[in-house]
């Protein structure tokens, strides 16, 4: 089983950007699909983005299409959130896990490993 951390999380101002990561123990890693979720205060984890093992398929959710980007590099056994263009609605902690499941009404329970988290937090 791979464990994972995550990390790039900061403060930043409105319109800024941050790449986080997530960093596996193990070449596991190369094995399992992987999600992006974020949780902001007082509300669910919500999916954000996913992509597929060997990085040829992604998914996004509605409120970031278009200004994040997910990319992975097994060879490193990390994966990245890119994120652009953030408003204060980005505010969350953003969790990264595994899955070995597909498509994007996969929900928490469909992930089986998680990190600890990463606080992203966007100004006004």
């Known amino acids: 089983q791979v464990q994972l951390v995550e990390s790039g999380g900061g403060l930043v101002q409105a319109g800024a950007s941050l790449r986080l990561s997530c960093v596996a123990s193990?070449?596991?890693?190369?094995?399992?699909?992987l999600g992006w979720f974020h949780q902001a205060p007082g509300k669910e984890r919500k999916l954000v983005a996913l992509?597929?093992?060997?990085?040829?398929?992604?998914n996004y959710g509605d409120s970031v299409k278009g200004r994040f980007t997910v990319s992975r590099d097994n060879t490193k056994n990390a994966a990245y959130l890119q994120m652009t263009s953030l408003n204060p609605e980005d505010t969350a902690i953003y969790y990264c896990?595994?899955?070995?499941?597909?498509?994007?009404?996969?929900?928490?329970?469909?992930?089986?490993?998680w990190g600890q988290g990463t606080q992203v937090t966007v100004s006004s």
């Open positions: 896990a595994t899955t070995r499941f597909t498509g994007w009404a996969l929900t928490v329970s469909d992930f089986d490993v």
């Open positions: 193990n070449d596991l890693f190369g094995t399992y699909n």
């Open positions: 992509i597929s093992w060997n990085g040829d398929t992604t």
